[in-house]
């Protein structure tokens, strides 16, 4: 069973920093795209950056030049450097991945990023 382990969330005054960490265990394969995405109340929930295991990246228009998605040393392991924070990233962000060989798509069970104005 793929889980998917985020932590790194907080509250953090505008301009500020955050970094977002994934890593996802319970399975043998190898991330094909890992990723994250986030959720605004009462808004859907939109790209923030994915990176595909060749190392291409993409991001969300509203995130380009401040956030930064990366590889972890460790198998399977994402982050995301959250830099010049705006109230208007305060979301829940969801790690997201899909493994070579396997149809599913995965999330993580959200973790809360609050920025103060």
């Known amino acids: 069973q793929v889980q998917l382990v985020e932590s790194g969330g907080g509250l953090v005054q505008a301009a500020g920093s955050l970094r977002l960490s994934c890593a996802a265990s319970?399975?043998?394969?190898?991330?094909?795209?890992m990723g994250w995405y986030r959720q605004a109340p009462g808004k859907q929930r939109e790209l923030v950056a994915t990176?595909?295991?060749?190392?291409?990246?993409n991001y969300g228009n509203s995130v380009k030049g401040r956030f930064t998605i990366s590889a972890g040393d460790a198998r399977n392991t994402v982050y995301l450097q959250m830099n010049s924070l705006k109230p208007q990233d305060t979301a829940v962000y969801y790690c997201?991945?899909?493994?070579?060989?396997?149809?599913?798509?995965?999330w993580g069970p959200g973790s809360q990023v609050t920025v103060s104005s």
């Open positions: 997201n991945a899909r493994f070579y060989g396997d149809t599913n798509t995965y």
């Open positions: 319970g399975n043998t394969l190898s991330a094909e795209t």
């Open positions: 990176m595909h295991s060749v190392g291409t990246t």
